[in-house]
């Protein structure tokens, strides 16, 4: 349950499954199977991402292979190499490397964003050749692994997906754990689960950048600057909330900037712009970094995919099986991945698409809307669509905005469920940490832009 007090925002019990619901996840595939509990990044050890490239290739943590002497360096124009961070988040670990390299923080290309509370890795390429100086490279909690040289950089998604290798602690001993986790492990390999946009998408602990975004696209800047600077969550810090607080009540931005920490990097340059701008909330938004903002506009459009997928089963549908007015994306043959091919299903063609279902060959998607998607190409998400822009009062010309055409989210759609492959359950052991509780260890891996956090959520179901 959320309740609002004095522009706070109350979770019951700041439960993850509260925070779930605020963005829209509320379903459950293997709702029949009761959760095993416990906790999850408890510690970044327990949590390992190894990014999987195009080629199928997984990532290694480890120096590689060294550059040759006698290649000629004059043909290539990237540099590119292993990023292993320990407990950063990407945009993080690259401004450091911006820093270090003196070079901007936009010529730093990688395909995708990994966890903060982790061990993970990831493939960058920078314009240039930067090997010599990347060998010296000397930050905190930051690796740079198998450099080379190369004529194409990494792009955003370019990458097949990532492979994780969890912990799950302070599970309850039952002599059933076993074979309950292995019943929820083939449930998901079968059938596989709901495709939400887990909370790192919107904010761990203020999971409210997909209101920011539209305030932002219903020109709405002062309300985007209370959501992003002023308003509270019980589940942000102490810290947190308590210069929040005090800059609501005094609207002291003098103050306000001497106090709020420096890991409130976004927050503290809006307070910079608006000391120099007084009242021009609309500069100061935008005065934040492209990248953010596109990420917060993304934010929005995921809230709506989230709520689209939960309606869609609120409403009777079938999550493993089609109905009349999905659309049915036909699966590449190389690497599953979605193509342009589709269908909607209610017609001549439903006896195809059913066996390609069958087969793991198509996927029912929904749409991801922006400035150019044709609703009427979706016929079933269209009507639920319709639904939740009323609920929320949400006026349809906001998808008209040329944020979103600055920003490219020309729209798209994406499947409804995921199936990861090669899960497995590596190991139930008694825990080391927490006293006579059980751990779980498990290894899987998703296609690009799937969360793990939603797989996990099937299993424990807390």
Same mark, same amino acid.
């Given at each position: ?13 700041n ?5 779930e ?77 911006s ?8 010529? %730093? +290309?990688? !395909?995708? @964003? /990994?966890? *903060?509370? &982790? ?20 930050i ?23 492979k ?6 302070n599970?309850?001993?039952?002599s059933?754990?076993?074979?309950? %986790? +292995?019943? !929820?492990? @083939? /449930?998901? *390999?079968? &059938? ?60 002291n ?7 709020f920490? *420096?890991s409130?990097n ?41 709520k ?16 009349d ?15 342009q ?54 006026n ?16 798209s ?50």
């Amino acid at each position: 349950m959320v309740e609002y007090r004095n522009n706070i925002c109350f979770f019951e019990d700041n439960k993850e499954s509260e925070l779930e619901k605020f963005v829209g996840i509320q379903i459950y595939s293997t709702f029949e199977l009761k959760g095993i509990g416990g906790v999850y990044k408890n510690s970044y050890k327990d949590f390992v991402v190894q990014e999987i490239t195009e080629n199928g290739n997984v990532l290694g943590f480890r120096k590689d292979k060294q550059l040759s002497t006698t290649d000629n360096y004059s043909k290539y124009k990237y540099t590119t190499f292993n990023l292993v961070k320990v407990n950063r988040d990407t945009f993080d670990a690259v401004r450091l490397i911006s820093k270090a390299l003196k070079i901007p923080v936009d010529k %730093i +290309e990688y !395909s995708g @964003l /990994k966890d *903060k509370c &982790s061990i993970s890795v990831q493939r960058i390429s920078i314009p240039g050749n930067f090997v010599d100086r990347l060998k010296k490279l000397n930050i905190r909690d930051v690796f740079v692994r198998d450099i080379s040289l190369s004529k194409r950089s990494i792009r955003l998604g370019s990458n097949w997906g990532n492979k994780f290798t969890i912990t799950i602690r302070n599970i309850e001993k039952k002599s059933k754990n076993k074979k309950s %986790i +292995e019943k !929820s492990l @083939l /449930k998901i *390999k079968e &059938s596989g689960f709901p495709n939400y946009y887990g909370l790192q998408r919107f904010g761990t602990f203020r999971p409210n950048s997909h209101l920011i975004g539209r305030y932002l696209l219903e020109n709405k800047f002062k309300e985007a600057y209370n959501e992003f600077i002023l308003n509270t969550y019980s589940t942000e810090s102490e810290l947190s909330r308590n210069v929040r607080t005090e800059l609501r009540d005094t609207a002291n931005l003098e103050k306000a900037l001497e106090q709020f920490p *420096k890991s409130l990097n976004y927050e503290r340059q809006i307070l910079k712009y608006l000391i120099n701008n007084p009242g021009d909330y609309e500069g100061a938004m935008h005065h934040l970094p492209s990248y953010l903002i596109k990420l917060i506009l993304s934010s929005f459009q995921s809230y709506l995919f989230n709520k689209l997928l939960s309606l869609r089963v609120k409403k009777g549908y079938s999550l493993f099986k089609p109905a009349d007015g999905d659309v049915i994306s036909i699966l590449d043959d190389m690497d599953g991945q979605l193509t342009q091919i589709k269908y909607i299903f209610g017609g001549s063609y439903d006896t195809y698409l059913q066996e390609a279902l069958n087969l793991k060959r198509a996927s029912i998607v929904i749409p991801l809307v922006g400035y150019d998607s044709n609703l009427d190409e979706f016929p079933l998400m269209q009507s639920l669509l319709l639904d939740i822009l009323e609920e929320e009062q949400i006026n349809p010309s906001i998808f008209h905005h040329e944020l979103l055409k600055d920003h490219d989210f020309k729209g798209s759609y994406r499947s409804m469920l995921v199936r990861p492959k090669e899960l497995n359950l590596i190991e139930i052991e008694p825990d080391d940490i927490f006293q006579n509780k059980q751990k779980v260890k498990i290894e899987f891996s998703l296609s690009k832009g799937s969360y793990a956090t939603m797989l996990l959520r099937e299993i424990m179901k807390m």
